[in-house]
């Protein structure tokens, strides 16, 4: 399995001479970011249990009582740091492999170290300060990364342990079905479909259309993502080897003790063992930077991904361009526009239809699309509070060359449409009452929900 992320992430064969003298200008400052990224990973343990401490430090300040009363509590948090401890190994086998490890051979923090905590960064968003401290010491560590490095814990759950199946099927099951219809094997030699998957993540999607067989690229920018991925991709030589405690630093929302501590096995299937019938890759780098040359894939699937632009435009224009003439572009997932009230961030937030309007300026045919698809990202399945998105769906197609020339002739006449799912219909004869040559423009949203399989 070809991994294009291999000791100290060279340059990526799709960059331009341009963009590979400025990536070389930047290579000391881009190692200072996977430097932070490392130890963000190998402080995770001591940022974990300073959390641990600070309940324990107040429990031990509570009345005779009141401790005997919470005596299984007590106990609890003992386990809570076992847990951390385990999760902590974990991170050191997924790190053991990389050139990432302390070059200067310098020893890892214990978990006892002391820090302090500070008000949380200017640039991290509200609704990720939930339930988070945040620790500064004297190590080369910024704090939003240590969380990052939790985070991370929690995608391995959900994309390679059978906790996550439900998550999986949500939210990959569509994409698959839509790539399998539109570019059927009995039509097609799969393996000379290209797919390219944006913000691949840990790279579960990428692998399973792989396993299709058809030939596909994972693309991501997060150095996380990319060592994990590596790991279970390349490193994990059996099913279920390793246990992580994705939900140990969830403090609230428990009913049992038991469910802090659930352990999550991983990986449910071993690619070493079971790899793709198709190509896979993973290349590390920025969706806009990385790529550039036009009609390069036969299929673009974004999961969880667009929005995570500060001008969405800019992605659907660079789908576009490295789609081939008849190629189809997949999405699921919401609009939560990740740098919408970031400080220090620019950030355009467009509606749905909105982005209709958008997609269809760009180009692209709009085969089909929905809204109000089900899906959770990286829940607690146990948690007393339950997220879930309203996701969106929809399967674009970037027009064949004779198709292209006959829409440039005819862009005059062109009318941007309203969503599909947002346009009124007549009850007798189904008739559209969007009347582009009078001006008129009624629209009226109707609710469309799709239950979640299983």
């Not at 429990?59 to 386990?79: E, G, I, T, V």
Request: net charge negative.
């Amino acid at each position: 399995m070809s991994y294009a992320v291999p000791s100290m992430f060279p340059l990526h064969p799709k960059m331009d001479e341009q963009v590979a003298r400025a990536f070389t200008a930047n290579e000391d400052e881009e190692e200072q970011h996977i430097q932070k990224v490392q130890n963000a990973f190998l402080y995770y343990g001591p940022y974990a249990c300073q959390r641990l401490r600070r309940t324990l430090d107040y429990f031990n300040s509570l009345p005779a009582d009141d401790q005997r009363l919470l005596s299984k509590y007590r106990a609890h948090l003992d386990c809570v740091r076992t847990c951390i401890d385990r999760n902590q190994a974990v991170i050191r086998q997924i790190l053991r492999e990389r050139l990432l490890y302390p070059a200067d051979g310098s020893s890892s923090p214990t978990s006892d170290a002391d820090s302090e905590f500070d008000e949380p960064p200017a640039h991290v968003r509200h609704g990720d300060m939930d339930q988070y401290d945040f620790v500064l010491d004297d190590a080369d560590v910024e704090p939003l990364k240590i969380l990052k490095a939790q985070s991370t814990l929690k995608l391995i759950a959900r994309d390679w342990s059978t906790d996550g199946a439900l998550e999986r099927e949500q939210s990959y099951k569509p994409i698959i079905d839509s790539i399998k219809e539109y570019y059927k094997p009995s039509d097609y030699e799969l393996n000379e479909i290209k797919i390219l998957v944006p913000g691949a993540g840990l790279g579960r999607l990428t692998y399973e259309l792989a396993c299709l067989g058809y030939s596909c690229e994972g693309n991501e920018f997060s150095y996380f993502m990319l060592i994990a991925s590596n790991f279970v991709l390349n490193l994990c030589d059996y099913e279920n080897k390793y246990v992580l405690y994705p939900w140990v630093h969830q403090y609230v929302n428990n009913l049992r003790r038991e469910d802090q501590v659930a352990a999550v096995r991983f990986p449910d299937v071993c690619p070493l063992k079971n790899p793709p019938k198709g190509n896979i890759e993973m290349a590390a780098g920025d969706f806009l930077e990385v790529y550039k040359t036009p009609h390069s894939y036969n299929c673009v699937a974004t999961c969880f991904f667009i929005d995570c632009a500060n001008n969405v435009i800019d992605f659907i224009r660079t789908i576009y361009k490295i789609l081939v003439p008849g190629g189809i572009w997949v999405n699921l997932g919401p609009l939560l526009y990740h740098y919408s009230d970031v400080n220090g961030q620019n950030s355009i937030e467009p509606t749905y239809e909105d982005l209709c309007i958008i997609i269809e300026s760009v180009g692209f045919v709009i085969e089909c699309s929905r809204s109000g698809i089900r899906t959770k990202y990286a829940q607690n399945p146990s948690s007393m509070k339950q997220s879930e998105y309203q996701s969106l769906f929809w399967v674009c197609r970037k027009p064949g060359q004779y198709e292209e020339q006959c829409g440039k002739k005819n862009t005059k006449s062109k009318v941007s449409k309203e969503p599909h799912d947002l346009i009124m219909r007549e009850d007798n004869d189904m008739e559209v009452l969007v009347n582009a040559n009078a001006g008129t423009n009624e629209t009226e949203t109707e609710a469309y929900e799709e239950t979640a399989q299983t």
